[in-house]
């Protein structure tokens, strides 16, 4: 049937992914290394992959436009939609090849099942560009001279559908979700073809694309989905393959338990999205964006929505603080590292975490009443940008390095949304995409040509043996430090002149803005250092690395990933340029040029509409063109400073870091131990309800309940059996006795009476 | 077969031949000799499928109620069908009357379709008395479908006391070892409970001379549910119905009875106890307790509701601590029902309707942990969850069946569990009856112009942290006896499951996902019923608003007409929908002040629609949609 725990032919163990074993080499490692890896399993197979992925994706293609037209989009006029069946297509190419995958995987050859879990989510990807493709076509004049995008729907089915609860299973493709599919299977397809190679001696193969696949499919459902229910599936569902697939090496309890706890962690997070939705259904009477959008953006029918605002956005907020890993939700991932590592590449880096941020962008019609939500969002998010990043500043795995960066990166992006900065949001959002995912998978080449070594203390001067990963690895840390010119430099950049341009839009706290900007830039500054610092480390100096050990580079389905990622990391920032640097040449259709200084911009602006009416403010852009000459300058002086200073203490043998952790043991200490922030959870939360758990169990249930009251009553019918039986012992002078107790207590009662 | 009493004409008598077939088969097994016990599996396996087969004719049902050809309605009960109705005992005025509607169906099928499931599962976990359990499996299946399928009070009665006999000797006879205890305890909880019923369906049943049309007495569904009762009557009357379907279900505290019980009863038992014999406790509550006593309902809502969520978070975190697999399903049960019991209490169509599909999800999933904890306890012969570990690796396939089940019932959404809770919850959010009066209205400061919304939402809340719980104490059951290394020696060479533990397995899986996908396949059958079934409950809930209430809604019901894109009412809207006042012209300039206190200003398009709104309103068919002019 479906063997989905099968781990293959060959006892796993022996070839255990055992990332904690740091030393000794020279056994049971075999899962990466002793198989010979000049020619590495995945590397000479991959042209094979890419040949049957061009030859069959576009033969489907043409198949797919030849039965629905050109990507089926048709026009409704009872309804004024697009439709188009692609849509399902593009959600159900990964689903297909999970069930494949799933269900025969492991009676089918190794090239086959990669073939197959790359085709699905490749496809996925072409139809994705078909659509988004059609999606530009579907211009419509819109206000202010603006062009909108009409949207894409594909209603599928009713899904549940009891009174006015009504949910229809349907998605829509808006420039939002259109940026957001893109990444998914885009990168997607990059990290399946990645997969191929990093898990070539893995004999669980199989269930590792199914898994793969499948998250693929929950976080399509998640991005496409019409409703905010369907959005919950899908945050379910990418929940459940998150636990999968950080517990994927499952006989390592560590790594099973921290699969549960990414699970639980989120739970906690979607218990409060499902408040959330009870709130905006009271209100609302529909869970669908874009009637909540309408009710929310029409003065009349605000009211209600009004009324919940502030509660709903907060509990929905909290649902993102689980996803995206923010403060107090972000426990679960560092240890989500657990999982192989293209997983923490893709899910862990460029899409699943990425989902508060998608979720609070669209609904950001709904955030927009609730001035108090937002405020709450940028402290949450750049409390956690700043905390994140002075962890990573003293992690020594390289995983952890990047998951807290992570954590510290989605921060910046709540601080975005949190300003009202949707564009720049999603901007940071894709940027990140690109560099994190190349920084994940470059770490993974390097575990992977290091055999399973993932401590930085034990690596050094790779870059002599590692050319490929060793450039690519460098792109990633410039882009996410901030170095003009490259992805994160724009976006990052945006951001904080946005968090501190609201200090003149009439932010209900103006103080609050400039203290979030000084974060802002002061985590800006610990990225690049902390970076950096893990750059020198792996790359430069002397080597650290085990005896026994032969690094080598990246096998070419793992290289292609990486230079593709890094042209991306390098190039992806131009979509936004900021209008003081000039900006770039729009061409609108049916109004003429226009300059547009940002692409991203223009593309989402019809999904922000709504709040960027009630934030359109701002100000006039002449006036502040200095301000933001100045932030830029304060923001790329102290990205390139950090570099600088990380050059200085990990590029060259330096005895200062050891003297700093010395003389400061005690922040040292405390920033290792990550502030004690799990263990201060267990002592509140999990002990306590295991001792709440005992007690009902042990006390209530078997003292109070079965002991007092079951065998209570049952005593107590005894007792009466006991004394009735005392009554009738057959003495009858007792009898007439009690015959006059009897009338005597009949004349008294008739006496006072 | 001769139409009788206004009946239609009976095609084929459909209900009785699913009561009667079981026990045809009891009786031919009971014939057969004893040391043939592969015959007794077989002829009890055929009997199974055969009435499975049948009663997919009651998919048949129609919950239009356009054709009358398919099924066969009564005039006496215009909301069932496949209605069968003879003369049983004239003197007492029973009948033997059954029908089924869209609350029974599946149920009914749920039954039937667990049987051949569970004869297959005992084929290598009973192996003594093989022909005796054979028999009790059969006759508590036709207790089971008779008590779901009767409309007539005396008739449920008889089925529902038969459907403890042989879970009785089930437990007594091929339970644990502390089966004795649990089977005394089981019983005499069960007994208690029908006996205060007994007596208070005796005593509607000498209210009925007032509502006959001849003046005797009858024990006809119809009939109980006519009888005029003071309110103070009805107080006492439903407490004894509720507290015999509460402690079937189990609702918290009477819930004791349950662990030890599904501790000790054979896979079977267990998996039959807790797919259908709990649910009769909200079937009853259903059909019975709550029609019957509309307004005792709705004031005693709150409190059912409260013991609903305490039942749910206390299962839970009582589940998260049990060293025992089974007593961990079976606590979780605890939790499930609860949900159940809240949507009832909640009274809205949809914590109704999510009531009702969490009864069926849950038997499926709970049902197949059930079968799960039998496999691994037929291998090793324990259950406790410290004895295992790792066992995914040599299980494989057991493994993914065993993770697709947990999630179900773990209630991840694709998956069935998901949809009924969200439902309850959902719907419980929204009620209208969950508050104890006006001074308690709480979070009113947070929540606006909700009103007694809000404390319903504080039992959705409450109730929705049981989804926490559940992933944890699920998954971490899971983890301990699937993941991990293999500590015990004795687990190594576990097999993996066989053919036939694949072939009982497998329909329960798709189960999981088709309900999950494609709820609406069998909610579909079940508005109409769910709408029957609020319309009773009506005039309860009406008694129940409060002034206050009745002004919130008419001003939420006047905020909302505005909005264009709100779904309209639906056909088959809530009995609820229709009970909104309609809006006065009073009202229009508290929602413009609400409007202005909000920071938002009505522009000329605003004021025009909400001034037509308002003339709409006050109008005698006021209340239309102001797009539509």
Known sequence: ?????????????????????????????????????????????????????????????????????????????????????????????????????????????????????????????????????????????????????????????????????????????????????????????????????????????????????????????????????????????????????????????????????????????????????????????????????????????????????????????????????????????????????????????????????????????????????????????????????????????????????????????????????????????????????????????????????????????????????????????????????????????????????????????????????????LTAGLTAFYMFRLYFLTFHGESRVAAGVTPHDAPAAMAMPLIILAALSAVGGYLGVPHILGGLVHWIPGIGEAMSHHILHTWLEQVFTPSANALSIRFEHDQEVVMEWVTMGVSVVVALGAIAASWMLYARPSDVPKTVAERASLPYKILSNKYYVDELYALLFVKPTLLIGRFFHKVVDEVLIDLLLVNGAAWVMESMGAIGKRLQDGNVQRYAGYVVLGLGAIIFLLLIK | MQATDGFMTVSMPILTLLI??????????????????????????????????????????????????????????????????????????????????????????????????????????????????????????????????????????????????????????????????????????????????????????????????GGGYSFSLAELMAVPLSEGEQYWLFGAFALAFAIKVPLFPF???????????????????????????TYGLMRYAMPMFPEAMVTFAPWIAVLSVIGIVYGAVVAMVQEDVKKLVAYSSVSHLGFCMLGLAALTPQSVEGAMYVMLAHGVATGGLFLAVGVIYERRHTRLIADFGGLAKVTPVFATFFMIIVFTSAGVPGLAGFVGEFLVLMGASQSQVLHFGEATYWFESVSGAMGPEANALVFAGIAASGVIFGAVYLLWMFQRVMFGPIKNPKNAKMQDLGVREVLYMTPLLVMCFVMGLFPEVFMSRMHSSVDAFMEQMRPGIQAKLTAEQRQVMQLSAQVNLGAPASPAPAASAPSMEAAKPRPSAGDEARVREMIRSRGFKLNDEGKKRIQRLHRGAAAPQGGAQPSEQ
């Open chain 1, 1 to 521: 049937m479906i063997p989905m725990f099968a781990m293959g032919a060959s006892d796993h163990d022996d070839h255990g992914h055992d990332d904690h074993g740091h030393g000794d080499h020279g056994d049971g490692h075999g899962g990466h290394g002793d198989h010979g890896h000049g020619e590495h399993g995945g590397g000479s197979s991959w042209w094979m992959y890419l040949l049957g992925f061009l030859v069959l994706a576009p033969t489907l293609m043409c198949l797919f436009n030849g039965v629905v037209g050109s990507s089926g989009v048709s026009y409704n006029p009872a309804t004024g939609e697009y439709s188009s069946p692609i849509l399902m297509a593009i959600i159900l190419a990964p689903a297909i090849g999970a069930v494949i995958n799933g269900t025969i995987g492991q009676k089918l050859p190794r090239p086959i099942v990669n073939l197959v879990g790359c085709a699905a989510i490749g496809l996925a990807f072409l139809f994705s560009i078909s659509a988004v493709g059609s999606l530009m076509g579907l211009e419509a004049p819109a206000a202010e001279g603006h062009m909108a995008h009409q949207p894409i729907v594909y209603n599928a089915f009713k899904w549940i559908w009891v009174g006015n609860f009504q949910i229809p299973a349907k998605f829509v493709l808006d420039p939002l979700s259109a940026v957001m599919i893109l990444i998914i299977t885009g990168i997607g397809t990059l990290i399946h073809i990645y997969s191929a190679g990093y898990m070539s001696h893995d004999p669980a193969y199989a269930r590792f694309f199914t898994y793969l696949n499948l998250f693929c499919f929950a976080m399509l459902i998640l991005v496409l989905g019409g409703n905010m229910l369907l959005t919950f599936v899908g945050w379910e569902g990418v929940g459940l393959c998150s636990y999968l697939l950080i517990g994927f090496w499952y006989t390592d309890d560590a790594k099973a338990s921290a699969g549960k706890k990414a699970f639980v962690v989120n739970r906690v997070g979607d218990f409060a999205f499902i408040i959330g939705m009870f709130l905006i259904f009271t209100a609302a009477e529909s869970l669908d964006y874009q009637a909540i959008t309408q009710l929310a953006t029409t003065p009349e029918t605000a009211g209600p929505l009004m009324g919940i605002a502030t509660a709903a956005t907060i509990f929905i907020f909290i649902g993102c603080t689980g996803k995206s890993a923010q403060i107090p939700l972000f426990v679960w991932l560092p240890d989500a590292m657990a999982g192989p590592t293209p997983v923490s590449a893709l899910i862990h880096a460029a899409t699943m975490v990425t989902a508060g941020v998608y979720l609070i962008a669209r609904m950001n019609a709904l955030f927009i009443l609730a001035p108090t939500t937002m405020w709450i969002v940028v402290v949450v998010g750049g409390v956690t940008a700043l905390m994140a990043a002075t962890i990573a500043v003293v992690q020594n795995d390289i995983k952890k390095v990047l998951a807290y960066s992570t954590v510290s990166q989605l921060g910046y992006m709540f601080m975005a949304v949190g300003s009202g900065a949707l564009t720049a949001g999603v901007f940071h959002l894709m940027t990140h995409a690109f560099f994190k995912a190349l920084l994940f998978l470059g770490a993974g080449a390097v575990i992977h040509g290091l055999h399973d070594e993932q401590d930085i203390r034990k690596m050094g001067g790779l870059r002599k043996s590692m050319p490929i990963i060793h450039w690519t690895f460098l792109v990633g840390c410039i882009a996410i430090a901030g170095v003009p010119g490259f992805a994160g430099f724009f976006s990052k950049d945006e951001i904080l002149w946005n968090v501190f341009a609201q200090v003149h839009a009439g932010a209900p706290m103006p103080g609050l803005h400039v203290v979030m900007w000084i974060v802002g830039v």
């Open chain 2, 20 to 213: 009667f077939l079981p026990i045809l088969g009891a009786i031919l097994t009971a014939f057969l000799p004893r040391e043939e016990s592969g015959l007794h599996r077989g002829v009890a396996l055929t009997f199974g499928l055969v009435t499975f087969a049948l009663s997919l004719v009651l998919l048949k049902y129609d919950p239009d109620f356009s054709s009358t050809t398919a099924t066969v309605v009564s005039s006496r009960f215009p909301t069932m069908q496949f209605v069968e109705s003879y003369g049983w005992i004239d003197g007492l005025g029973a009948r033997y009357t059954v029908g089924i509607d869209g609350i029974s169906l599946w149920l009914v099928l749920l039954t039937t379709f667990l049987q051949p499931i569970m004869i297959l599962s005992t084929f290598s976990a009973v192996t003594e008395r093989v022909k005796e359990f054979m028999i009790a499996l059969l006759v508590l299946q036709a207790g089971m479908i008779g008590a779901l399928v009767a409309l007539d009070g005396l008739l449920f009665y008889i089925f529902w006391e038969l459907m403890l006999i042989p879970m009785y000797f089930m437990i007594g006879i091929w339970g644990g070892a502390q089966r004795h205890y649990a089977t005394l305890k089981f019983f005499l909880y069960t007994m208690v409970g029908s006996l205060l019923m007994l007596i208070a369906l005796l005593y509607v049943y000498f209210g009925t001379d007032a509502v006959t049309a």
């Open chain 2, 255 to 281: 819930h004791t009875w349950l662990p030890d019980a599904h501790v000790q009863a054979p896979t079977a038992g267990s998996v039959i106890l807790a797919g259908v014999l709990l649910k009769m406790g």
